[in-house]
């Protein structure tokens, strides 16, 4: 999210736990988290694996919007890119997909 009012709003991509790359907790760890959202949560390649690219809410993300007050309008920026491999881009020096 470009311009988070948010501190890291994101955990990571929805799957389902019946996927065979889903873990029990329902999505799968991004490697990195920071105010933004996330990065490189690698997904399958069925909708059970997390390749329709959902985020997964964090708990800030949570109390943020149950702050809000009702009929309160939020614009959010959401980028999401699609890459084939931990090697399209380096993450951990803070480039980011956009």
Known sequence: IDNSPINQPFLGLRCMSTGANCPASGYIPADVLDKDGFYYAMSGNSVANG???AGVLSQSAY???????????DNLQ???????SKADYDFASGVRCK
């Open 51 to 53: 390749y329709y690219g």
């Open 78 to 84: 959401l980028n999401l890119c699609y890459m084939d």
């Open 63 to 73: 109390e943020y919007f149950r702050n809000r007050p009702v009929g309160t309008i």
